[in-house]
């Protein structure tokens, strides 16, 4: 059974801090791009970052360049956001999502599709209080 799980979502002041990882299981991890997406009440699902954990190609959003880094440990078939100086815009429900034999060439122009991954998780709540 295929089963991606976030966590570390919570509750935090603007500027400060979170980690949230995306435990995988059930497929094989290094074939699958992961994406970290999130929405906001009322709007649109949204792009943040996204890491090819074959090669380590990252994908940010300009909206968090220098402020969230994307990583994955390959031995544990997790992908973490470090998301650091937090704003109250970042407020969303985080999703990630696995995408299927993604070439750099695909990913460079397509991480942000969510219409494209093939696996998602249940979300976890980020809220950023002011």
């Known amino acids: 059974e295929v089963q991606l799980v976030e966590s570390g979502g919570g509750l935090v002041q603007a500027g400060g801090s979170l980690r949230l990882s995306c435990a995988a299981s059930?497929?094989?991890?290094?074939?699958?791009?992961i994406g970290w997406f999130r929405q906001a009440p009322g709007k649109e699902r949204e792009g943040v970052s996204c890491i090819s954990p074959s090669d380590g190609r990252t994908y940010y959003a300009d909206s968090v360049k220098g402020r969230f880094a994307i990583s994955s440990d390959n031995a544990k078939n997790t992908v973490y956001l470090q998301m650091n100086s937090l704003k109250r815009e970042d407020t969303a429900v985080y999703y990630c999502a696995a995408l299927f034999q993604a070439t750099p060439e695909r990913l460079v122009r397509q991480w942000v599709l969510p219409e494209l991954y093939h696996y998602w998780g249940q979300g976890t709540q980020v809220t950023v209080s002011s």
């Open positions: 059930g497929f094989t991890f290094e074939d699958y791009a």
